[in-house]
């Protein structure tokens, strides 16, 4: 069955890493937001180019660019035939309601992780500038900071500077927590503890997931 997700969590909360496990467990593609802009910026596209300032600063890219990309991608064969994670959109309600125009939403994660942590979290991540997996300096690659699956290089993320997390912070709470107050009212949302082991976190979503997807 193909399932249709959207899991939100403040900076640092874990949706990248628990999406690539989520993925693989649903056999449904993870697309995050934050990755193809990163790839957009790597490769100096149009969007890359515009979405690049928005970014290193810590605000949200306007809604107008991120729903061309988002339309776009939902509309690729794997997602037709298998469904979706996303991971970072939406985080307006503009951006929620125009979703629900053109994709149907199963169920949707607020993970919740409290604001002490995910400071502590973003300063110790590390994540590949090619493949952009995901580590931290309590988890780090095999051999020294080469990335495991591709072999580039490992390296901390341009927006996590304590300025930018800061902004992207106060953008959670005024922009995305309404969007997650969005999805309450329309029934499918749910929520999970973040804390704990990558284990127990990814036990715990399964759970809530097939507990929602059983209605
Ligand atoms: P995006 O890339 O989505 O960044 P974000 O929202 O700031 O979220 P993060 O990626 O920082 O956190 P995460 O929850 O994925 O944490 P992770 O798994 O890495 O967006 C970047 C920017 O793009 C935005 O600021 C905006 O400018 C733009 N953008 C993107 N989408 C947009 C949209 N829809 N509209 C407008 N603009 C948009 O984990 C963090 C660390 O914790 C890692 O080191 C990990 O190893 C570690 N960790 C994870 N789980 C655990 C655990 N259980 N225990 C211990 N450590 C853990
Ligand atoms: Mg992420």
């Known amino acids: 069955m193909a399932v249709r997700l959207v899991i939100f969590g403040r900076q640092g909360a874990g949706k990248g890493t628990q999406s690539s496990l989520l993925s693989t467990h649903y056999g ?4 995050s937001t934050g990755d193809m802009l990163r790839a957009a910026v790597a490769n100096a596209t149009p969007i890359g180019l515009e979405a690049k300032s928005f970014m290193d600063s810590g605000q949200l890219v306007p809604d107008e660019v991120m729903l061309g990309v988002v339309e776009e991608r ?27 125009h053109f994709a149907t939403i199963d169920v949707a994660v607020d993970l919740q992780v409290p604001e002490d942590v995910v400071l502590e979290r973003i300063s ?10 995901i580590y931290s300096t309590e988890a780090p690659p095999a051999e020294g900071w080469t990335c495991d699956t591709c072999g580039g290089d490992v390296v901390q993320r341009g927006d996590d500077t304590p300025e930018a ?44 997931i097939d507990a929602r997807l059983a209605g």
């Open 28 to 31: 449904a593609p993870h697309i």
């Open 74 to 100: 939902l509309a690729e064969r794997d997602v037709l035939e298998s469904g979706f994670l996303l991971d970072g959109f939406p985080r307006t309600v503009v951006q929620a309601e125009a979703l629900g």
């Open 124 to 133: 110790s991540r590390r994540v590949c500038k090619n493949c952009g997996r």
């Open 165 to 208: 997390v800061a902004k992207r912070l106060t953008a959670y709470a005024t922009e995305t927590q309404p969007t997650i107050d969005w999805y309450a009212g329309t029934g499918v949302l749910v929520a999970v503890d973040g804390l704990g082991t990558l284990e127990e976190v990814t036990a715990r979503l399964i759970a809530a």
